[in-house]
Protein backbone atom coordinates (compact mmCIF):
# COMPACT_ATOMS: atom_id res chain seq x y z
CA UNK A 1 0.00 0.00 0.00
CA UNK A 2 1.21 3.38 -1.11
CA UNK A 3 1.06 6.39 1.21
CA UNK A 4 1.99 9.23 -0.10
CA UNK A 5 0.97 13.08 0.40
CA UNK A 6 1.68 16.97 1.77
CA UNK A 7 0.75 18.25 4.79
CA UNK A 8 1.23 22.38 5.78
CA UNK A 9 2.25 22.89 9.12
CA UNK A 10 2.31 26.67 10.32
CA UNK A 11 5.64 26.34 12.26
CA UNK A 12 9.10 26.81 10.94
CA UNK A 13 11.42 23.86 9.07
CA UNK A 14 14.03 23.56 12.18
CA UNK A 15 11.18 23.12 14.65
CA UNK A 16 8.89 20.64 12.58
CA UNK A 17 12.38 19.10 12.15
CA UNK A 18 12.68 18.40 15.54
CA UNK A 19 9.04 17.29 16.19
CA UNK A 20 10.04 14.76 13.58
CA UNK A 21 12.91 13.00 14.63
CA UNK A 22 13.31 14.07 18.70
CA UNK A 23 12.25 11.09 20.28
CA UNK A 24 10.03 12.67 23.57
CA UNK A 25 8.17 14.68 20.79
CA UNK A 26 7.87 11.91 18.42
CA UNK A 27 6.38 9.97 21.43
CA UNK A 28 3.93 12.33 22.26
CA UNK A 29 2.42 12.90 18.51
CA UNK A 30 2.18 8.97 17.31
CA UNK A 31 -0.98 8.13 17.75
CA UNK A 32 -1.32 5.43 20.29
CA UNK A 33 2.27 5.64 21.02
CA UNK A 34 2.99 3.84 24.52
CA UNK A 35 6.80 3.77 24.26
CA UNK A 36 9.98 5.03 22.18
CA UNK A 37 13.23 4.78 22.94
CA UNK A 38 16.29 5.82 20.88
CA UNK A 39 18.73 2.68 20.70
CA UNK A 40 21.17 4.74 18.60
CA UNK A 41 22.28 5.73 15.28
CA UNK A 42 19.23 6.83 14.53
CA UNK A 43 17.23 3.76 15.61
CA UNK A 44 14.43 3.60 18.24
CA UNK A 45 12.24 0.75 19.69
CA UNK A 46 8.96 1.32 19.73
CA UNK A 47 5.91 0.43 21.31
CA UNK A 48 2.55 1.54 19.51
CA UNK A 49 -1.18 0.90 20.89
CA UNK A 50 -2.56 1.77 16.70
CA UNK A 51 -5.85 1.05 15.86
CA UNK A 52 -8.91 2.79 14.52
CA UNK A 53 -12.48 3.19 16.60
CA UNK A 54 -13.31 -0.09 18.50
CA UNK A 55 -10.60 -1.93 16.16
CA UNK A 56 -6.79 -2.00 18.28
CA UNK A 57 -3.91 -3.93 18.18
CA UNK A 58 -0.17 -3.41 20.15
CA UNK A 59 2.56 -3.61 18.48
CA UNK A 60 5.90 -3.60 19.19
CA UNK A 61 8.81 -3.00 16.74
CA UNK A 62 11.84 -0.53 15.12
CA UNK A 63 12.01 2.36 13.64
CA UNK A 64 14.88 3.55 11.82
CA UNK A 65 15.55 6.54 10.32
CA UNK A 66 18.59 6.81 7.56
CA UNK A 67 19.96 9.62 5.46
CA UNK A 68 19.38 12.60 7.76
CA UNK A 69 19.79 15.86 6.30
CA UNK A 70 18.76 18.24 9.00
CA UNK A 71 16.39 20.18 8.25
CA UNK A 72 14.95 19.14 5.45
CA UNK A 73 14.72 14.99 4.41
CA UNK A 74 15.38 11.68 5.97
CA UNK A 75 14.75 8.72 5.21
CA UNK A 76 12.26 6.16 7.27
CA UNK A 77 12.58 2.21 8.09
CA UNK A 78 9.43 0.16 10.17
CA UNK A 79 9.34 -2.83 11.13
CA UNK A 80 6.49 -3.69 13.61
CA UNK A 81 4.61 -6.73 14.54
CA UNK A 82 1.63 -7.38 17.49
CA UNK A 83 -0.74 -10.69 17.56
CA UNK A 84 -3.33 -9.10 14.66
CA UNK A 85 -0.60 -8.53 12.17
CA UNK A 86 2.94 -6.91 11.17
CA UNK A 87 3.59 -3.62 9.24
CA UNK A 88 6.55 -3.35 7.12
CA UNK A 89 7.42 0.02 5.54
CA UNK A 90 9.87 2.45 4.17
CA UNK A 91 9.46 6.12 3.11
CA UNK A 92 10.89 9.69 2.51
CA UNK A 93 10.17 12.65 4.72
CA UNK A 94 11.03 15.88 3.18
CA UNK A 95 10.43 19.59 4.47
CA UNK A 96 10.10 22.48 2.51
CA UNK A 97 10.04 25.91 3.70
CA UNK A 98 7.06 27.81 2.46
CA UNK A 99 7.12 31.11 4.26
CA UNK A 100 6.83 31.01 7.86
CA UNK A 101 5.42 27.42 7.31
CA UNK A 102 6.69 24.24 6.19
CA UNK A 103 5.42 21.72 3.60
CA UNK A 104 6.08 17.68 4.62
CA UNK A 105 6.34 15.92 2.10
CA UNK A 106 5.90 12.23 2.28
CA UNK A 107 5.85 8.84 0.32
CA UNK A 108 6.03 5.52 1.34
CA UNK A 109 5.41 2.31 0.66
CA UNK A 110 3.80 -0.50 3.57
CA UNK A 111 3.09 -3.83 3.47
CA UNK A 112 0.78 -4.85 5.96
CA UNK A 113 0.74 -8.82 6.71
CA UNK A 114 -1.22 -11.42 9.24
CA UNK A 115 -5.44 -11.24 9.96
CA UNK A 116 -5.56 -7.44 10.15
CA UNK A 117 -3.87 -7.85 6.32
CA UNK A 118 -6.55 -10.32 5.34
CA UNK A 119 -10.09 -9.24 6.88
CA UNK A 120 -9.78 -5.21 7.13
CA UNK A 121 -8.58 -4.72 3.62
CA UNK A 122 -11.37 -2.36 2.47
CA UNK A 123 -10.18 -0.29 5.81
CA UNK A 124 -6.20 -0.05 4.92
CA UNK A 125 -6.16 2.92 2.69
CA UNK A 126 -9.08 4.85 4.99
CA UNK A 127 -7.49 3.86 8.45
CA UNK A 128 -3.84 4.89 7.00
CA UNK A 129 -5.33 8.46 5.99
CA UNK A 130 -6.86 8.80 9.03
CA UNK A 131 -3.74 8.06 11.50
CA UNK A 132 -1.75 10.33 9.45
CA UNK A 133 -4.53 13.21 9.84
CA UNK A 134 -4.19 12.21 13.62
CA UNK A 135 -0.21 12.46 13.65
CA UNK A 136 -0.06 15.75 11.49
CA UNK A 137 -3.23 17.20 13.82
CA UNK A 138 -0.91 16.55 16.84
CA UNK A 139 2.57 17.65 15.33
CA UNK A 140 0.15 21.11 14.06
CA UNK A 141 0.13 21.53 18.07
CA UNK A 142 3.27 20.22 19.41
CA UNK A 143 5.05 22.26 16.79
CA UNK A 144 3.30 25.53 17.12
CA UNK A 145 2.98 25.81 21.07
CA UNK A 146 4.83 28.05 23.10
CA UNK A 147 8.13 26.61 24.61
CA UNK A 148 6.74 25.16 27.87
CA UNK A 149 3.37 24.83 26.81
CA UNK A 150 1.69 21.10 27.73
CA UNK A 151 0.12 19.86 25.04
CA UNK A 152 -3.12 17.73 25.13
CA UNK A 153 -3.22 15.14 23.02
CA UNK A 154 -5.96 13.00 22.23
CA UNK A 155 -8.00 10.76 19.17
CA UNK A 156 -10.76 13.11 18.22
CA UNK A 157 -8.86 16.64 19.33
CA UNK A 158 -6.18 15.43 17.13
CA UNK A 159 -8.50 14.71 14.19
CA UNK A 160 -9.94 17.66 14.20
CA UNK A 161 -6.70 19.66 14.14
CA UNK A 162 -5.71 17.70 11.38
CA UNK A 163 -9.26 18.00 9.70
CA UNK A 164 -8.62 22.20 10.51
CA UNK A 165 -5.04 22.37 9.12
CA UNK A 166 -5.33 20.62 6.08
CA UNK B 1 -12.60 -17.34 15.73
CA UNK B 2 -12.96 -17.34 19.97
CA UNK B 3 -12.91 -13.41 21.60
CA UNK B 4 -11.25 -13.51 24.56
CA UNK B 5 -12.53 -13.55 27.60
CA UNK B 6 -14.80 -10.60 29.16
CA UNK B 7 -17.13 -9.47 31.83
CA UNK B 8 -20.80 -9.37 30.84
CA UNK B 9 -23.25 -7.06 32.01
CA UNK B 10 -27.33 -7.28 31.10
CA UNK B 11 -28.64 -4.38 32.32
CA UNK B 12 -32.55 -3.47 32.27
CA UNK B 13 -32.56 0.03 32.49
CA UNK B 14 -30.48 2.91 30.22
CA UNK B 15 -29.66 4.85 33.37
CA UNK B 16 -27.97 1.25 35.09
CA UNK B 17 -26.44 0.90 31.52
CA UNK B 18 -24.48 4.23 31.55
CA UNK B 19 -23.46 3.93 35.09
CA UNK B 20 -21.95 0.56 34.51
CA UNK B 21 -20.42 2.01 31.24
CA UNK B 22 -18.95 4.94 33.85
CA UNK B 23 -17.75 2.19 36.21
CA UNK B 24 -15.47 0.14 34.06
CA UNK B 25 -12.24 0.49 32.28
CA UNK B 26 -12.48 -0.73 28.50
CA UNK B 27 -16.29 -1.12 28.56
CA UNK B 28 -17.78 -1.90 25.16
CA UNK B 29 -21.90 -1.62 25.02
CA UNK B 30 -23.29 -4.51 22.51
CA UNK B 31 -26.35 -3.96 20.40
CA UNK B 32 -27.00 -6.14 17.79
CA UNK B 33 -23.58 -7.38 18.02
CA UNK B 34 -23.21 -7.62 13.97
CA UNK B 35 -20.18 -5.45 13.92
CA UNK B 36 -18.58 -5.40 17.70
CA UNK B 37 -18.86 -9.51 18.06
CA UNK B 38 -17.00 -10.70 14.41
CA UNK B 39 -13.93 -7.88 15.46
CA UNK B 40 -13.86 -9.45 18.95
CA UNK B 41 -13.99 -13.06 17.68
CA UNK B 42 -10.90 -12.31 15.56
CA UNK B 43 -9.28 -10.07 18.51
CA UNK B 44 -9.23 -7.34 16.93
CA UNK B 45 -11.24 -5.66 20.00
CA UNK B 46 -10.83 -7.74 23.35
CA UNK B 47 -12.87 -5.42 25.48
CA UNK B 48 -12.67 -6.30 29.42
CA UNK B 49 -16.16 -5.51 29.99
CA UNK B 50 -19.24 -6.11 27.59
CA UNK B 51 -22.86 -4.53 28.44
CA UNK B 52 -25.56 -5.84 26.48
CA UNK B 53 -28.05 -3.39 25.95
CA UNK B 54 -30.73 -5.67 24.86
CA UNK B 55 -32.85 -6.16 27.64
CA UNK B 56 -32.83 -1.82 27.88
CA UNK B 57 -36.38 -1.03 27.68
CA UNK B 58 -37.66 1.98 25.97
CA UNK B 59 -34.54 2.46 23.34
CA UNK B 60 -36.20 0.23 20.92
CA UNK B 61 -39.36 2.06 19.39
CA UNK B 62 -40.29 4.04 16.15
CA UNK B 63 -42.79 7.09 17.22
CA UNK B 64 -44.14 9.95 14.63
CA UNK B 65 -45.51 12.73 16.61
CA UNK B 66 -45.25 16.19 17.24
CA UNK B 67 -43.50 16.69 14.24
CA UNK B 68 -40.70 14.22 14.60
CA UNK B 69 -39.99 11.09 13.71
CA UNK B 70 -38.07 9.38 17.06
CA UNK B 71 -36.70 5.93 16.90
CA UNK B 72 -34.71 4.18 19.45
CA UNK B 73 -31.32 3.53 19.10
CA UNK B 74 -31.91 -0.27 19.41
CA UNK B 75 -34.73 -0.69 16.85
CA UNK B 76 -33.75 -3.29 14.38
CA UNK B 77 -32.99 -2.64 10.68
CA UNK B 78 -35.97 -5.03 10.14
CA UNK B 79 -38.35 -3.48 12.46
CA UNK B 80 -37.60 -0.09 10.31
CA UNK B 81 -37.37 -1.72 7.29
CA UNK B 82 -41.29 -3.11 7.43
CA UNK B 83 -42.82 0.19 9.19
CA UNK B 84 -45.75 0.69 7.28
CA UNK B 85 -45.90 3.82 8.77
CA UNK B 86 -42.83 4.82 7.69
CA UNK B 87 -43.02 3.03 4.18
CA UNK B 88 -45.60 6.68 3.66
CA UNK B 89 -44.42 9.59 5.86
CA UNK B 90 -40.49 9.27 4.90
CA UNK B 91 -39.71 5.78 2.45
CA UNK B 92 -35.85 6.84 2.53
CA UNK B 93 -35.37 5.29 6.14
CA UNK B 94 -37.17 1.52 5.30
CA UNK B 95 -35.53 1.71 1.69
CA UNK B 96 -32.39 2.43 3.71
CA UNK B 97 -32.89 -0.57 5.86
CA UNK B 98 -33.53 -3.12 3.46
CA UNK B 99 -30.35 -2.46 1.47
CA UNK B 100 -28.44 -3.09 4.86
CA UNK B 101 -26.58 -6.69 4.55
CA UNK B 102 -28.52 -9.72 4.81
CA UNK B 103 -31.68 -11.02 6.59
CA UNK B 104 -29.80 -11.89 9.84
CA UNK B 105 -27.84 -8.61 10.02
CA UNK B 106 -31.28 -6.75 9.65
CA UNK B 107 -32.63 -9.16 12.17
CA UNK B 108 -30.18 -8.18 14.98
CA UNK B 109 -28.33 -5.15 13.69
CA UNK B 110 -29.56 -1.78 15.01
CA UNK B 111 -29.64 1.86 13.90
CA UNK B 112 -28.04 3.10 16.96
CA UNK B 113 -24.90 0.58 16.63
CA UNK B 114 -24.46 0.77 13.10
CA UNK B 115 -24.67 4.58 13.15
CA UNK B 116 -22.04 4.91 16.40
CA UNK B 117 -20.00 2.04 14.68
CA UNK B 118 -19.45 4.53 11.89
CA UNK B 119 -18.27 2.23 9.39
CA UNK B 120 -16.99 4.58 6.30
CA UNK B 121 -19.12 2.61 4.06
CA UNK B 122 -22.63 2.07 6.69
CA UNK B 123 -25.44 2.87 4.88
CA UNK B 124 -27.49 4.83 7.95
CA UNK B 125 -25.16 8.11 7.95
CA UNK B 126 -26.10 9.45 4.49
CA UNK B 127 -29.97 8.88 5.08
CA UNK B 128 -29.22 10.43 8.39
CA UNK B 129 -27.35 13.34 6.59
CA UNK B 130 -30.03 13.99 4.46
CA UNK B 131 -32.97 13.66 6.46
CA UNK B 132 -31.18 16.57 8.85
CA UNK B 133 -31.15 13.94 11.76
CA UNK B 134 -30.15 14.28 15.78
CA UNK B 135 -29.18 12.50 18.49
CA UNK B 136 -30.04 12.54 21.33
CA UNK B 137 -26.62 10.55 23.99
CA UNK B 138 -26.67 9.28 27.43
CA UNK B 139 -24.14 10.36 30.04
CA UNK B 140 -23.61 10.43 33.54
CA UNK B 141 -24.89 13.77 34.02
CA UNK B 142 -27.93 14.00 31.80
CA UNK B 143 -28.62 13.60 28.06
CA UNK B 144 -27.31 15.99 25.61
CA UNK B 145 -28.29 16.42 21.67
CA UNK B 146 -26.35 16.55 18.52
CA UNK B 147 -26.62 17.29 15.20
CA UNK B 148 -25.67 14.49 12.63
CA UNK B 149 -23.62 16.83 10.59
CA UNK B 150 -21.80 17.24 14.57
CA UNK B 151 -22.26 13.99 14.92
CA UNK B 152 -19.42 11.96 13.02
CA UNK B 153 -15.80 13.23 13.31
CA UNK B 154 -13.69 10.15 10.83
CA UNK B 155 -13.99 6.96 10.13
CA UNK B 156 -15.23 5.20 13.06
CA UNK B 157 -14.86 8.04 15.33
CA UNK B 158 -18.04 9.73 16.47
CA UNK B 159 -18.20 12.67 19.12
CA UNK B 160 -19.72 9.97 21.62
CA UNK B 161 -17.76 9.92 24.36
CA UNK B 162 -16.14 6.37 26.48
CA UNK B 163 -19.18 6.72 29.09
CA UNK B 164 -22.26 7.61 26.79
CA UNK B 165 -24.90 5.57 25.05
CA UNK B 166 -26.74 6.91 22.14
CA UNK B 167 -30.46 6.58 23.10
CA UNK B 168 -32.47 8.10 20.49
CA UNK B 169 -32.68 9.11 16.83
CA UNK B 170 -34.93 12.52 15.91
CA UNK B 171 -35.53 13.30 12.22
CA UNK B 172 -37.70 16.22 11.53
CA UNK B 173 -41.26 14.77 9.88
CA UNK B 174 -40.88 15.64 6.05
CA UNK B 175 -43.83 18.30 5.35
CA UNK B 176 -46.56 17.69 2.95
CA UNK B 177 -45.03 17.57 -0.88
CA UNK B 178 -41.96 15.45 0.78
CA UNK B 179 -40.54 12.57 -1.04
CA UNK B 180 -37.13 10.14 0.07
CA UNK B 181 -35.17 7.50 -1.59
CA UNK B 182 -31.88 5.66 -1.41
CA UNK B 183 -30.03 4.36 -4.24
CA UNK B 184 -26.97 2.57 -3.34
CA UNK B 185 -24.05 0.34 -5.62
CA UNK B 186 -23.30 -2.47 -2.78
CA UNK B 187 -20.62 -4.71 -2.46
CA UNK B 188 -21.58 -8.42 -3.28
CA UNK B 189 -20.17 -9.89 -0.94
CA UNK B 190 -20.33 -7.96 2.40
CA UNK B 191 -23.36 -6.12 0.83
CA UNK B 192 -21.65 -2.85 2.56
CA UNK B 193 -22.05 0.01 0.58
CA UNK B 194 -19.84 1.32 -2.46
CA UNK B 195 -21.20 4.23 -2.43
CA UNK B 196 -24.93 5.27 -1.67
CA UNK B 197 -26.93 8.14 -1.84
CA UNK B 198 -30.03 9.34 0.45
CA UNK B 199 -32.20 11.96 -0.96
CA UNK B 200 -35.19 14.18 0.11
CA UNK B 201 -37.26 16.35 -1.69
CA UNK B 202 -39.97 18.85 -0.60
CA UNK B 203 -42.03 20.54 -2.90
CA UNK B 204 -44.06 24.06 -3.11
CA UNK B 205 -47.57 24.46 -4.57
CA UNK B 206 -46.06 25.56 -7.79
CA UNK B 207 -43.91 21.82 -8.10
CA UNK B 208 -40.42 23.60 -7.47
CA UNK B 209 -38.08 22.37 -4.70
CA UNK B 210 -38.88 24.31 -1.42
CA UNK B 211 -36.18 22.04 0.51
CA UNK B 212 -33.47 19.31 -0.53
CA UNK B 213 -31.58 16.73 1.39
CA UNK B 214 -28.77 14.85 0.25
CA UNK B 215 -26.43 12.69 2.20
CA UNK B 216 -23.47 10.55 0.46
CA UNK B 217 -21.87 7.22 1.86
CA UNK B 218 -18.78 5.27 1.06
CA UNK B 219 -17.03 8.06 -0.77
CA UNK B 220 -15.31 10.18 1.79
CA UNK B 221 -13.63 8.85 5.70
CA UNK B 222 -17.63 9.85 6.81
CA UNK B 223 -21.00 10.58 5.33
CA UNK B 224 -21.34 13.95 4.24
CA UNK B 225 -24.16 16.24 2.85
CA UNK B 226 -24.03 17.37 -0.35
CA UNK B 227 -24.94 21.04 -0.24
CA UNK B 228 -23.68 22.02 -3.53
CA UNK B 229 -26.71 19.99 -5.10
CA UNK B 230 -28.96 20.75 -2.20
CA UNK B 231 -28.92 25.00 -2.91
CA UNK B 232 -28.58 23.65 -7.29
CA UNK B 233 -32.03 22.10 -7.10
CA UNK B 234 -33.87 24.87 -4.00
CA UNK B 235 -36.45 26.51 -6.25
CA UNK B 236 -36.18 24.64 -9.49
CA UNK B 237 -38.81 22.22 -10.91
CA UNK B 238 -37.24 18.78 -10.17
CA UNK B 239 -36.73 17.55 -13.94
CA UNK B 240 -34.49 16.04 -15.86
CA UNK B 241 -32.60 18.77 -16.37
CA UNK B 242 -32.14 20.61 -12.96
CA UNK B 243 -31.44 17.27 -11.31
CA UNK B 244 -28.69 15.58 -13.88
CA UNK B 245 -27.00 19.67 -13.48
CA UNK B 246 -27.77 19.22 -9.62
CA UNK B 247 -26.35 15.53 -8.74
CA UNK B 248 -23.47 16.10 -11.00
CA UNK B 249 -22.16 18.35 -7.92
CA UNK B 250 -22.55 14.82 -5.75
CA UNK B 251 -18.46 14.62 -5.13
CA UNK B 252 -17.79 18.37 -4.66
CA UNK B 253 -15.12 19.02 -2.58
CA UNK B 254 -14.64 15.62 -2.03
CA UNK B 255 -10.34 15.32 -0.90
CA UNK B 256 -9.14 11.76 -0.34
CA UNK B 257 -11.72 9.67 -1.41
CA UNK B 258 -11.97 6.43 0.12
CA UNK B 259 -9.82 3.60 -2.40
CA UNK B 260 -9.75 -0.07 -1.67
CA UNK B 261 -9.76 -3.30 -4.18
CA UNK B 262 -13.23 -3.18 -5.09
CA UNK B 263 -13.35 0.94 -6.03
CA UNK B 264 -11.32 3.45 -6.50
CA UNK B 265 -11.41 6.41 -5.29
CA UNK B 266 -12.67 8.26 -8.64
CA UNK B 267 -15.04 5.67 -8.74
CA UNK B 268 -16.36 6.21 -6.22
CA UNK B 269 -16.86 9.60 -6.50
CA UNK B 270 -18.08 9.03 -9.83
CA UNK B 271 -20.97 6.53 -8.19
CA UNK B 272 -22.10 9.44 -6.37
CA UNK B 273 -23.05 11.59 -9.02
CA UNK B 274 -24.94 9.03 -10.81
CA UNK B 275 -26.43 7.57 -7.26
CA UNK B 276 -27.59 11.27 -6.58
CA UNK B 277 -29.46 11.56 -9.96
CA UNK B 278 -31.35 7.97 -8.96
CA UNK B 279 -32.06 8.60 -5.40
CA UNK B 280 -33.25 12.27 -6.65
CA UNK B 281 -35.42 10.98 -9.02
CA UNK B 282 -36.69 9.11 -7.31
CA UNK B 283 -37.85 11.05 -4.15
CA UNK B 284 -39.18 14.04 -6.95
CA UNK B 285 -41.37 11.20 -8.24
CA UNK B 286 -42.45 10.09 -4.50
CA UNK B 287 -43.05 14.12 -3.64
CA UNK B 288 -45.44 14.90 -6.80
CA UNK B 289 -47.70 11.42 -5.79
Redesign the interface.
Known amino acids: MKITGTHQISAARDRVFTVLTDPECLARVMPGCKGLESTGDGAYSIHLAAGVGPIKGEYAGTVQLTDIEAPSSYRMLVDAKGKTGFVKGEGKVELVEDGDATTVIYEGDVTLGGPVAAVGQRMHSSAAKLMTRQLFGAIEAEATAEEGEDVKHSIIRNTLRGLRSK | MIPGTFDYHAPKTLKKAVSLLNEHEDA ?1 ILAGGH ?2 IP ?1 MK ?6 AVVIDIGRVSGISRIRISDGHIQIGALTTHHTIGSNARLRRVCPVLPETANEIGDLQVRNRGTLGGSVV ?2 D ?2 ADWPAAMMALRASFEVAGPSGTREVSASDFF ?5 T ?1 IGDGEILSQIRIPEPPAGSGSAYAKMH ?1 SA ?1 G ?1 AITGVAAQLTLDESGNVSAAGVGVTGVA ?1 IAYTASAVEDALVGKAPDEGAIAAAAALAADGV ?2 A ?5 ASGEYRMHLATVLASRALASAAERAKS
Not at chain 2, 258 to 262: Q, R, S
Open positions: KSLLLRFAAPHAPAVDMMTTQSFPQDNEDHH
